[in-house]
């Protein structure tokens, strides 16, 4: 097996305005993007109950409300969808040895097939070992919006354990709208520029204007550039296509590897699919029972669950910036929440080329970033010293432009665009305006003092999407299907713990896999406990024993 430290999952989004869950990379895990607001519900779960997927019976949620569940589709594929289905893949060598790529046309609308078309972009590598061959083995590293591609060659395809990739095909899809496969696209660089350092914790009329304005200048820039994908590019719609390429690909059953936002997509494949669905490894869960504002409310929890832990280690280290080993981790939020609020007044030189300075909301993503994997704990103390003791945030900000994928020119991914453009769609807003947003303070505040008051705000992106959300929160049972397991970590910043629970608890064949510890995500990050039980299940179909946890 690879012993590399294999980077976070594309995180699940907070309301950070961008908060996702970052992809995996081959050392160590960079922190996601978060910063501004993590897209609304982040990772929104979104609901199938539309897009051709008709509800099935109401039961209970976690919170106690009734929520549909999800209907499997027929078992026959419609005749108005064969000639996707029976499409030829024609592969061609690309990027590093051993890589193929290629691309497959799905339906823009699978209501109306005629309708038009999109071309996805797959990648695979060959299994390379001995042994029976499994078939393939299909991975997404989160976001909504991150690159499965980009994760699959520079992670997954060689950082996977030698005894999967030898057994499976390595296969990634770009989901629609994402990266290579038609992506959706908003703001050109200086603009994103401008709406990652919106203030974040308005503290007048003004300033809230000023907030809703960037919201609505992103929404409206959405919907001029790419009007014809906005109401095709749910959750739903992505798990679709995972079926077509799945057929295409000569698998019987869909195995798959999901992490953070990958687990909802996964585990809708299973609720339409339960009858298709092979071995699912769903990692970092998100529980697609709660609405956008439940969704974002938890996740501040998680952020500062995750904190507390930084912040306890930070006092034992002797570079702690936030008043130094003598501290009590309470007091290293306070001097945290005290560098914010000054920066909202005075933001500090960053050395950037563009010119741009550290301001709060840069700031903020900079340190939510680093919660999500403890190895960024010390990138973050050495950011934070430079920026109290020597007034230089470069450090605070490179963190930053690392969760938005923004490049040393100034470019930005579209991880950002397609992660709001699904999370608008999947569920309906946390918020109908600011007087609900400035409401909630008071109780995001209490969830989390450091993030809170940051990421109420930032659950309000949605409430200005040009297009309506086609999902709503759903229950996800997939009955029928195989073993599917689904990992929990204790302290996930991103996914809280319960989440997990959640889903593996409505999934009717849902094996729960606990992980004792920080960061966001478990497999391929050091436990050898959670990365043997998972070999097993991807190898054997064993999956763990009932209750099992790992340390």
Not at 117 to 145: Q, W
Not at 267 to 283: I, N
Not at 431 to 443: C, D, H, I, K, N
Not at 495 to 510: D, E
């Amino acid at each position: 097996m690879d012993t590399r430290q294999s980077p976070s999952p594309s995180p699940a989004r907070p309301p950070l305005r961008a908060i996702w869950t970052p992809a995996r990379r081959p050392s160590r895990p960079r922190p996601a993007r978060v910063t501004a607001r993590v897209a609304a519900s982040l990772l929104a779960a979104s609901a199938l109950l539309v897009s051709g997927c008709a509800p099935g019976g109401r039961s209970p949620a976690a919170d106690g409300t009734v929520t549909a569940a999800l209907a499997a589709l027929p078992r026959s594929t419609p005749s108005a969808l064969s000639p996707y289905y029976t499409q030829k893949l024609s592969w061609r060598k690309c990027g590093a040895p051993g890589f193929e790529c290629a691309t497959i046309k799905v339906p823009l609308d699978y209501d109306k097939p005629g309708s038009g078309d999109i071309e996805l972009a797959v990648s695979r590598k060959k299994a390379t070992g001995k042994g029976k061959p499994l078939g393939s083995l299909l991975v997404n590293p989160g976001g909504p919006g991150g690159s499965a591609i980009g994760y699959l060659q520079s992670y997954a395809a060689i950082g996977y354990p030698a005894e999967v990739r030898a057994r499976y095909d390595m296969v990634a899809v770009d989901p629609r709208g994402v990266a290579r496969s038609e992506p959706v696209e908003c703001l050109d660089g200086r603009q994103m520029d401008a709406f990652t350092q919106t203030d974040m914790t308005p503290d007048d009329a003004r300033e809230v204007d000023t907030l809703v304005g960037a919201d609505r200048k992103f929404a409206e820039a959405c919907g001029k550039h790419s009007a014809r994908l906005l109401r095709h590019v749910s959750t739903v719609d992505a798990a679709r296509d995972m079926d077509v390429l799945r057929e295409l690909l000569g698998d019987d059953r869909l195995n798959y590897v999901g992490a953070s936002y990958g687990t909802f997509l996964g585990a809708t494949y299973a609720g339409l699919f339960p009858h298709r669905t092979g071995r699912l490894v769903l990692d970092g869960a998100i529980d697609p029972s709660l609405d956008a504002r439940q969704v974002n409310l938890d996740q501040t929890a998680g952020f500062e669950t995750a904190f507390q832990a930084f912040a306890e280690d930070c006092v034992q280290q002797a570079d702690c910036p936030l008043d130094g080993k003598d501290a009590t981790p309470a007091q290293v939020g306070d001097r945290l929440e005290r560098f914010f609020r000054a920066l909202d007044a005075h933001p500090i030189p960053a050395g950037d080329a563009d010119g741009r300075l550290l301001t709060e909301s840069l700031a903020t993503t900079g340190v939510v970033a680093a919660m999500y994997d403890q190895s960024s704990w010390e990138q973050l103390r050495e950011a934070l010293n430079s920026a109290l003791d020597e007034n230089d945030g470069a450090g605070l900000l490179s963190l930053s432009d690392s969760y938005y994928e923004r490049d040393a020119r100034g470019h930005y991914s579209n991880l950002m665009m397609a992660n709001a453009a699904v999370n608008c769609l999947d569920l309906p807003p946390a918020f109908e305006g600011p007087e609900q947003a400035a409401g909630a303070v008071p109780e995001f505040t209490n969830a989390s003092p450091v993030f809170g008051p940051s990421l109420a705000w930032a659950s309000l992106n949605c409430s200005y999407w040009p297009v309506r959300a086609t999902g709503e929160p759903h229950r996800i049972e997939a009955k029928g299907a195989a073993p599917i397991v689904v990992v929990g970590t204790t302290r996930d910043p991103a996914t809280p713990y319960r989440w997990a629970r959640s889903l593996a608890g409505q999934l009717s064949s849902g094996r729960l896999l606990t992980y004792e510890g920080d960061g966001h995500t478990a497999y391929g990050r050091g436990s050898s406990c959670v990365d043997s039980a998972i070999n097993t299940y991807l190898l054997r179909g064993t999956p763990p024993a009932e209750g099992k946890r790992c340390t």
